[in-house]
């Protein structure tokens, strides 16, 4: 996680990264060739607040928005 974000630019020198929610999305072909989508969330560096994790995630989905006009 920390690497990515090195990679990204985001995680710069004298930051220290201490909460993160990952949110996936995996598609898997069942048996008679159908996708089934599954999405979910982790959290690499352990559970978070439901409060500060819904102000992350609002933040994100704003961050997004904006950046696709």
Do not use: H, N, S
Not at 49 to 54: K, N, V
């Amino acid at each position: 996680m920390r690497e990515f974000l090195r990679k990204e630019g985001v995680l710069r020198d004298g930051r220290v990264l201490t909460q993160a929610v990952v949110v996936f999305r995996m598609v898997e072909i069942d048996g008679g060739g159908r996708a089934i989508t599954r999405r979910g969330r982790c959290y690499p560096l352990g559970e978070l607040d439901p409060t500060m994790e819904r102000g992350m995630l609002d933040d994100a989905l704003w961050d997004a928005r904006r950046e696709r006009g």
